[in-house]
């Protein structure tokens, strides 16, 4: 078990959320040192932890455990959240502008209406 990989998941879930060690590690009821711990991989957290780090991150254990793939939702959601934070507000107007377009294209496009998504839990 590679501690140090499960950590710098953990922190990357944690940035595309916005939230600080600190933050997080009230959420989960933890110090703010073991939280930084935990995502320098410098002490083991106990099962409990480690599930309420998952649901305070909203993502599956299994992604804080192994590399995921790229195609990913959580992971793009986590590349867009960190491109969105390097843009002006005026940017964001302009990319949600652009991004509700190209969503309204895309479904036309497809015919009816949406394809299902894999990483989905429910049907559209």
Known sequence: ???????????????????????LAEKVSISTTHMSHIETGNTKM?????VRIAEAL????????????K???????G???ET?????VQDMHILTDVVKAL???LDKRR???????????TEP
């Open 111 to 121: 015919g009816s209406g949406r394809e299902p998504d894999p990483d989905s839990q």
């Open 1 to 23: 078990m590679d501690y140090y990989k499960i950590g710098q998941r953990i922190r990357k879930f944690r940035k595309a959320y916005n939230l600080s060690q600190e933050q």
């Open 58 to 69: 909203c993502v599956q254990t299994d992604e804080l455990i192994y590399d995921v793939p």
């Open 84 to 88: 969105l934070d390097a843009c002006s």
């Open 71 to 77: 195609n990913s939702k959580t992971v793009m959601k």
């Open 103 to 105: 969503k309204v294209s």
């Open 79 to 81: 590349e867009l959240a």
């Open 46 to 50: 106990s099962l409990s932890v480690f």
